[in-house]
């Protein structure tokens, strides 16, 4: 929470992001065994992280680190891992709008990591 009250001025996010290897960090992060083990701990671990992420890639700037990092196949790997967290959905599903945002390279690197699959899946099963 703190890196995404932080993320919301533009230098910062370049900052964090790029010259401090932020967005490859969390990224590497999301495919640690802790957010990879399932259940709550590991379902709020990748819904911080992907939090963050979505803060830091609204600078425009970082949505190339972000897709160079492997960033949308990581976030729909996490999403296809908690199916059933309406809350995890909601925040990757954030992390991906916001890193394709004015990133034509991000869109195909999502659309080819199955981003658009997963999206149906997540707004079919979280109809609310």
Request: charged share 20%.
């Amino acid at each position: 929470d703190a890196l995404r009250a932080v993320s919301v001025n533009d230098e910062i996010c370049k900052t964090v992001g790029g010259e401090l290897r932020g967005i490859a960090a969390l990224v590497q992060l999301l495919g640690a065994p802790a957010a990879r083990g399932g259940g709550e701990g590991g379902a709020a671990l990748v819904k911080a992280l992907c939090g963050a992420l979505r803060g830091l890639v609204a600078a425009d700037d970082n949505k190339s680190r972000f897709t160079d990092a492997g960033g949308p196949a990581a976030v729909v790997d996490v999403m296809r891992m908690y199916p059933a967290v309406a809350s995890v959905q909601e925040v990757a599903l954030g992390c991906l709008a916001a890193a394709i945002l004015r990133n034509p390279e991000g869109a195909i690197a999502a659309v080819e990591a199955g981003a658009a699959s997963a999206a149906v899946d997540a707004c079919d099963a979280h109809p609310k």
